[in-house]
């Protein structure tokens, strides 16, 4: 069983749809999540943390996190072209899983 | 801030030739740098940690006589793959972590190494 595993997509929304992003990990232990965005041929970029269970919410994004579930996930409300890029979910010590691509239609 | 560089951010070279690369972070001293390699379709995979003034940590698997890695300073760190090959040929990603913010990573913006 990989440490991080994400659906690998491409997961396809329209333009404006919420973009729900899943990963579970398999590691109890593991106390800080991250939620990463890369566009192609590009580096990730920090999108949202969270260490604790519940909601986080930064503009459009929202973490939840299930410790007891073992998930982590996104949520993109009002989902822009823009966003089109590949999810990285990642725990402590930056395990990284393999991405879920998304885009979004217009 | 949290700025990471990385030069070049293409380099091409020819069989058996090594190749150096830099990650500087430019607004803040870097407590600990990553370096992560990255090939298509592909997630990130670290390769080793490396703390200045200190030598490198490497993931099982690396071969650390063939990625050369300094950390000669709190904000420069450098890959150097020596006698590379065109299996080598990869994305090559370094992180940076702050003093006061040790949970996050900032990326600096790859090297795309390809060997012909």
């Known amino acids: 069983q990989k440490e991080v595993e994400q659906n690998s997509g491409p997961l396809s929304v329209p333009e404006g749809a919420i973009a729900s992003l899943n990963c579970t990990y398999s590691?109890?232990?593991?106390?800080?999540f991250f939620w990463y965005r890369q566009y192609s041929g590009k580096s990730p970029e920090l999108i949202m943390f969270i260490y604790s269970n519940g909601d986080k919410e930064d503009g459009r994004f929202t973490a939840q996190l299930n410790k007891a579930s073992q998930y982590v996930s996104l949520l993109i409300r009002d989902s822009q072209p823009s966003d089109s890029a590949t999810y990285l979910c990642?725990?402590?010590?930056?395990?990284f899983g393999a991405g879920t691509i998304l885009r979004v239609k217009s | 801030g949290a700025v990471v560089s990385q030069h070049p951010s293409r380099v091409i070279c020819k069989s058996g030739t090594s190749v150096k690369i830099e990650c500087r972070s430019l607004d803040f001293q870097a407590t600990t740098m990553f370096w992560y390699r990255q090939f298509p379709k592909q997630s990130l995979m670290l390769m080793a940690t490396s703390n200045e003034g200190s030598k490198a940590t490497y993931e099982q698997g690396v071969e650390k006589d063939k990625f050369l890695i300094n950390h000669a300073s709190l904000t420069l760190s450098t890959l150097t793959v020596t006698s590379a090959h065109p299996e080598d040929s990869s994305f090559y990603i370094c992180s940076a972590t702050r003093r006061d913010r040790r949970h996050e990573q900032y990326f600096g913006p790859g090297t795309r190494l390809t060997v012909t």
């Open positions: 590691d109890r232990g593991s106390q800080s």
């Open positions: 990642a725990v402590i010590r930056l395990v």
